[in-house]
């Protein structure tokens, strides 16, 4: 079996590379951050890549690499790579969010102490022969109100040392839970102008989007009272940088610290150069020995796991798992795909090759996983229906919307399991429910198909027929099956009522060749037989 190709770049740390090298099955080449051309040459020899944000993957370099599965970035930013088009090819896009955490908010109170202290001056002025002692009149954090934008993992950890300096602190972040606020000790404020009317050093720590870009401009800012700290170390672009200078130009900002920028590295002749009370730095949020160790082996190991066992949990691009971990979440996902795979195969029984809709009920207890679960019912939905390309968890659900296929989900507690969950397909003028429950530890069992309850694995190759109940077809069936050398695993019969209309689940071992199936049709009684054949 050929080994999967890793490409590592932009110097990851060593100790995250050593953990992809140990693998047997990885072969890991590891070079410098290539040049763009090279880079764009090699990358379609590879099933995954790991770098930093030195090496830019835009959609033209992602479209021409049909063989990559993973690329993973060691930090948390993903501007450098194009992720809606790695969606839309299947390419799993994973980060290390977690792993210079600490490095970004101890930064925070290195550029706020630097301020307050006036400690750039001081040591420029040292070093040009000044004793300026008298002119450097600072302040101190104890006392300060700090108001935190985004209370994630950064802004908890800046709140927790805010604290240790006696700080006041507040925060604004309308997506995060009560709870957190509490857990933290932060003052939660209703929207983010209260915050600034409050706040005495803002420090920022949300991701840059629509909704971000621009959020501290020429309006929020003269919001905050005259001698505040503006501090954003997050992402370039949430600050609007020309009415920053002009507040710091006008005296009406003590000061503000910058370590991210729209374009990056700032030209020479850059504005924000020169401006007064401005403390830049080349992003440096992440720049500790410690962070770049952390991140490097989380991404590696989120990595390692994608390619050997299929764990997405980490891909920022797969449908959230939420709910259950993901060891307990995968056997649910195959439930998923297998019965929505099974409802397709008899829908198309039917005549219905263009099923128009797609509904996934849940119980109770995996209803927090509903999108992951949802996202595995269309890889069912059209796996082995596609011209070309993979589809996955990763975009599978865009694959089917745009074939036009209606999406839904809803929770349920009549599906006899609070883990259950039922896959419902319908077409025009057809509809097939199949269901199951895969509890952990268990191995997961369609329970119903239709109108009957039956009890079967979904593995290997399942025989669905649909009969009457009348004695002897199961004997006829299993004989054929025998002469056939079709080896069955299970046989479940079930029926509605008897003497009427029955539907038998059988798994067995190898393939049905469509001749058997055929014969199976000729069998007195056997009204359809629709065959599944699923993976390993």
Request: aromatic residues 4%.
């Amino acid at each position: 079996m050929a080994r999967l190709r890793i490409l590592v770049t932009d110097d990851i740390d060593p100790e995250g590379v050593q953990l992809l090298a140990a693998e047997p099955s990885f072969e890991v080449d590891e070079v410098p951050t290539l040049p763009a051309e090279e880079f764009r040459r090699r990358l379609p020899d590879y099933d995954a890549f790991v770098g930093r944000s030195a090496t830019r993957l835009p959609a033209d370099v992602l479209e021409a690499a049909p063989r990559l599965r993973i690329v993973g970035r060691a930090g948390v930013g993903v501007d450098n790579i194009a992720v809606d088009t790695a969606t839309a090819r299947g390419i799993a896009v994973i980060n290390a969010p977690a792993g210079n955490t600490v490095a970004v908010a101890e930064l925070v109170f290195g550029g706020m102490l630097a301020l307050l202290r006036h400690v750039p001056r001081a040591t420029a002025g040292m070093h040009a022969g000044k004793w300026e002692r008298s002119d450097l009149m600072g302040h101190e954090c104890k006392g300060r109100t700090l108001g935190i934008v985004g209370l994630g993992r950064i802004g908890s950890e800046v709140a927790l040392r805010a604290h240790a300096f006696g700080m006041k602190v507040i925060a604004y972040d309308p997506y995060i839970a009560a709870e957190r606020f509490q857990a933290f000790r932060v003052q939660p404020m209703s929207s983010l102008e209260t915050l600034l009317d409050e706040a005495q050093v803002v420090s920022l720590h949300v991701p840059l989007t629509p909704e971000t870009t621009g959020m501290i401009g020429k309006r929020e800012l003269a919001r905050l009272a005259p001698g505040a700290l503006v501090l954003n170390y997050a992402r370039g672009g949430i600050v609007d940088e020309p009415a920053l200078v002009a507040a710091l130009h006008s005296g009406h900002l003590r000061g503000a610290g910058l370590d991210a920028y729209p374009a990056e590295p700032l030209k020479g002749d850059h504005a924000l150069r020169g401006v007064p009370n401005l403390l830049l730095t080349p992003h440096l949020g992440a720049s500790t020995v410690e962070a770049q160790r952390n991140v490097a082996v989380d991404v590696c190991v989120a990595v390692r796991d994608a390619l050997l066992t299929g764990d997405l949990s980490r891909s920022l691009n797969v449908a959230a798992a939420g709910g259950p971990d993901w060891g307990h979440l995968r056997p649910l996902l195959q439930l998923a795909q297998r019965a929505a795979a099974t409802a397709r195969a008899l829908l198309e029984d039917r005549g219905v090759t263009a099923p128009a809709r797609l509904t996934i009920r849940c119980g109770p207890e995996v209803v927090g996983s509903a999108a992951a679960i949802l996202a595995s019912a269309c890889v069912g939905l059209l796996e082995g229906t596609l011209d070309h390309g993979r589809v996955n968890l990763i975009n599978a659900r865009a694959l089917a919307e745009n074939r036009g296929v209606v999406l839904a989900t809803a929770e349920s507690d009549q599906l006899g399991h609070p883990e259950a969950i039922e896959v419902v397909l319908a077409g025009a003028l057809s509809e097939i429910s199949v269901g199951g429950h895969a509890p952990a530890g268990t191995t997961a069992r369609l329970t119903r198909i239709g109108s009957f309850h039956v009890d079967v694995a979904p593995r290997g190759t399942l025989l669905i027929l649909r009969n009457a109940d009348v004695p002897g077809v199961i004997g006829r069936v299993g004989t054929l099956l025998g002469d056939a050398a079709c080896n069955i695993a299970e046989y479940h019969q079930a029926r509605l009522a008897q003497g009427g209309e029955a539907l038998a689940a059988i798994t067995v071992d190898g393939p049905i060749p469509p001749a058997v199936r055929e014969q199976l049709l000729h069998v007195p009684d056997v009204r359809s037989a629709t065959v599944v054949r699923f993976d390993a």
